[in-house]
Nanobody, 125 residues
Framework: QVQLVESGGGSVQAGGSLRLSCAAS????????MGWFRQAPGNEREAVAAIYTRSGSTYYADSVKGRFTISRDNAKNTVYLQMNSLKPEDTAMYYCAAKWGYCSPAPTRWGNIHWGQGAQVTVSA
């Protein structure tokens, strides 16, 4: 059974930084793509960033481009999200996602996603 264990959430003031980590286990080979989604109260879950294993290519939502960086340690099947210049509007529950099989270039179209338990990120003004 696939498990995604997240760590690194917390509270920070605007302009600060946080790094999220997500380690995947329970599968015999690496996932084909991993990513981070977030959901604020009253909002739908949205894709923040993604990384594709074979190509190494990345995806970022427009709202985080230039501030967030996604990276991956394939040997550890772990994905990271470095978040800099955080804004109050980044406040949300952040979910790690992993997928085996075809991964659309648009993470919002991913199906059969394995989810982490979520990590709260709170940014105060």
């Amino acid at each position: 059974q696939v498990q995604l264990v997240e760590s690194g959430g917390g509270s920070v003031q605007a302009g600060g930084s946080l790094r999220l980590s997500c380690a995947a286990s329970g599968y015999t080979y690496s996932s084909d793509c991993m990513g981070w989604f977030r959901q604020a109260p009253g909002n739908e879950r949205e894709a923040v960033a993604a990384i594709y294993t074979r190509s190494g290519s990345t995806y970022y939502a427009d709202s985080v481009k230039g501030r967030f960086t996604i990276s991956r340690d394939n040997a550890k099947n772990t994905v990271y999200l470095q978040m800099n210049s955080l804004k109050p509007e980044d406040t949300a529950m952040y979910y790690c996602a992993a997928k085996w099989g075809y991964c659309s270039p648009a993470p919002t179209r991913w199906g059969n996603i394995h989810w982490g338990q979520g990590a709260q990120v709170t940014v105060s003004a």
